[in-house]
C-alpha cells in the first residue's frame, strides 16, 4: 500500500504555495504574529502529509515484511518505525 500520490501531491503543493506566500510576508515585513500562524498551519500540514504517508508505510510495506519477510527484514522494518517515531518525538 502506497500514500496517495495525488493526495499527497496535491497537499506538498499546497505547501509549497504557503511557503511562498510566508516568503512575500517577510519580504513584506508583515507582522511577525502573522507570519508564525502561517507558518503553523504549514508545519501542521506537513506533519499531516508525513502522517498519511507512515500510515501508508506501515500498511503495505511493514505488513508485508511481517506477513512475508525474514526475520532478518522484519527486524529492519521495525527499527525503521522505531527510528522515526524517536525523530517524531524530538
Known amino acids: 500500500?502506497?500514500?496517495?500520490?495525488?493526495?499527497t501531491m496535491r497537499l506538498l503543493?499546497?505547501?509549497r504555495g504557503q511557503i511562498e506566500g510566508i516568503m512575500k510576508m517577510v519580504e513584506e515585513d508583515r507582522y511577525c504574529i502573522d507570519i508564525s500562524?502561517?507558518?503553523m498551519a504549514t508545519q501542521s500540514l506537513i506533519g499531516r502529509i508525513n502522517a498519511d504517508v507512515l500510515k501508508a508505510h506501515i500498511g503495505g510495506c511493514v505488513q508485508?515484511?511481517?506477513a512475508q519477510g525474514t526475520q532478518t527484514e522484519r527486524d529492519a522494518k521495525l527499527a525503521e518505525i522505531e527510528a522515526i517515531v524517536e525523530k517524531l518525538a524530538k
Open 64 to 66: 508485508q515484511a511481517l
Open 1 to 7: 500500500m502506497m500514500a496517495d500520490r495525488d493526495k
Open 13 to 15: 503543493k499546497t505547501a
Open 37 to 39: 500562524t502561517q507558518l
